[in-house]
Structures are given as structure tokens and as C-alpha cells.
């Protein structure tokens, strides 16, 4: 081959990738645009907001959850698949937060309110552990009222 048929092969070659790479990527474009219109269609499911909950145009119904316990009420409600909103009411001192729930899913709510409530009897019933830095300084004070020992050294000269 010379130096001209080298330069057309490479050219050739050159071409031929850019095709499949420009097809390539209108069949990735389509695939993702398929995705993207089915996640953005699809009905949100566990926690959303109060205005995406009614949106859905099945009714709600709501129950008010304590400040220390969101996150146990969160962890609940997405095991039973609830969908639910939570709203935090600024006026009230302390601050009170409301759940909103789908009224179609009133046999679930009703399961993880039990459930939900339960583990808050729980958490009230639990003995109060000390922290480790309360033992820590037990321990301290204990060990510093002992009598210690006192160390005599001697030193013996070795001739």
C-alpha cells in the first residue's frame, strides 16, 4: 500500500466510526427519553409532598407525630408502602408535625400507626443506659480514691 491508499483507508475508517457512533447515540437519547417520561409519569410513592399527595386525587387523612420519632414513623411507614406527607406546623411551640396520608391506604396507616406507636411505648419503657463518658468518670473517681502504691526504687552499683 502506498501513501495515498493509507490516507483514504484511514479516512474510510474514520467515517464509518462516526456513524456508529451517531447512531449510537440517538438510540441512547431515545432509550433515555423512554425512561425519563415513565419515572416522570409514574405515581411518587413514600414521601412526598402534601401537594403531590392530593394531586394523586385519592383523598387524605392525617395524624400528628411526635419531633423525636420522625424518623422511626419514616422507617415504618416505607416498610408497609405507605405514601405520606410530612408537614411541620411552625406556630405551635414546641413545633408539632402533621402526616398525611393516602385515605385508600387506611389498612396499611392503621398498621404502621400500631406498630409506630408500639415502638414509641418502647422507647419510654427502655431503662436509661449512663453514657460511656458517665462511666469513664466513674471509673476515674473510683480508681483515684484507692491508696496507691508506693514505688521504691532502688539502685544497686555493680562493681
Known amino acids: 500500500m502506498n501513501n495515498g491508499e493509507t490516507s483514504k483507508e484511514a479516512v474510510r475508517f474514520v467515517i464509518n466510526v462516526a456513524r456508529v457512533s451517531g447512531s449510537g447515540l ?3 437519547i431515545k432509550i433515555y427519553m423512554r425512561n425519563h417520561e415513565k419515572r416522570h409519569n409514574a405515581p411518587k410513592e413514600g414521601k ?35 405514601d405520606f406527607a410530612i408537614v411541620k406546623d411552625k406556630t405551635a411551640d414546641p413545633p408539632r408535625y402533621m402526616c398525611f396520608f393516602k385515605a385508600k391506604d387506611m389498612d396499611a396507616i392503621t398498621a404502621v ?47
Do not use: C, D, H, W
Not at 411505648?121 to 484507692?146: D, F
Open 48 to 82: 412526598q409532598t402534601v401537594k403531590e399527595l392530593i394531586k394523586q386525587g385519592q383523598g387524605a387523612s392525617s395524624m400528628e407525630v411526635s419531633g423525636e420519632s420522625i424518623g422511626t414513623f419514616k422507617k415504618i411507614a416505607n416498610k408497609y408502602g405507605v
Open 113 to 159: 400507626v400500631k406498630e409506630y406507636s408500639a415502638e414509641i411505648v418502647k422507647r419510654g419503657q427502655k431503662k436509661e443506659k449512663p453514657s460511656l463518658v458517665q462511666q469513664l468518670r466513674k471509673l476515674k473517681e473510683e480508681i483515684s480514691k484507692k491508696p496507691r502504691k508506693e514505688k521504691t526504687r532502688f539502685k544497686e552499683k555493680v562493681r
Open 26 to 28: 440517538i438510540k441512547g
